[in-house]
């Protein structure tokens, strides 16, 4: 069975800061792996994959993540952190199989970027 | 990028009406849509899956005779919420993916639903 985690409920970060929002994963075969992020009263918002090639995958507003295999982690950074970044982030992930299945998404990690 | 709309963006009514909310991608065909529910604080729930042409797969617990889906066309799917109560209330989003072509496998998100029964 497919499984995110993203052991932070919350981060917290000041403005210019780099950030970190982490994910781990658990999938049977080859992951497709998502972040989205969420404001409030809004629904998700699209920030970047990894479907396969390079393991450093760099995203909208000067976010990038980075898959790491070994470590089933595909964590979301950002090297300064701006005020407007602060929402809800979530991490998601798809078995690459056959017939596809749905994405599983992690519980969502709230940034807050204080000036 | 891809755009999914929703519409309405909020409604309130009372316990017993139905509801129909609209879920349309504008510049892409979506083979499959989905229909997730959300509540304060929380990670979605995803409700049902929808393909083009054939009836929705309901996740288990959700009431398909309640959360009525239809997916007419590869741009529009509905939910309707039959009978609403309080408890209904949520924020319902949903999100359409291709299966081909510039978007395929990532899912694009409507801005969302909030449903307000009283």
């Known amino acids: 069975a497919q499984s995110v985690a993203q052991p932070e409920d919350q981060v917290n970060v000041a403005e210019g800061n780099p950030l970190t929002v982490k994910c781990t994963y658990s999938v049977s075969g080859n992951p497709y792996l998502f972040w989205y992020v969420q404001y409030p009263n809004r629904g998700l918002q699209f920030l970047l994959k990894?479907?396969?090639?390079?393991?450093l995958v760099k995203g909208s507003y000067g976010f990038e993540a980075e898959f790491n295999k070994s470590q089933t982690s595909f964590h979301l950074k950002k090297p300064s952190a701006l005020v407007s970044d602060s929402a809800l982030y979530f991490c998601a992930v798809r078995a690459h199989l056959t017939g596809g299945q749905n994405f599983v998404f992690g519980p969502g990690t709230r940034l807050s970027v204080l000036p | 990028g891809a755009v999914v709309s929703q519409h309405p963006s909020r409604v309130i009514c009372k316990s017993g009406t139905s509801v129909k909310i609209e879920c349309r991608s504008l510049?892409?065909?979506?083979?499959?849509m989905f229909w997730y529910r959300q509540f304060p604080k929380k990670s979605l729930m995803l409700m049902a899956t929808s393909n083009e042409g054939s009836k929705a797969t309901y996740e288990q617990g959700v009431e398909k005779d309640k959360f009525l889906i239809n997916h007419a066309s590869l741009t529009l799917s509905t939910l309707t919420v039959t009978s609403a109560h309080p408890e209904d209330s949520s924020f319902y989003i949903c999100?359409?993916?291709?299966?081909?072509?510039?978007?395929?496998?990532?899912?694009?998100f409507g801005p969302g639903t909030r449903l307000l029964v009283l």
């Open positions: 990894y479907i396969t090639g390079d393991n």
């Open positions: 999100s359409a993916r291709a299966d081909r072509g510039l978007y395929q496998e990532t899912q694009y």
């Open positions: 510049d892409f065909q979506a083979t499959t």
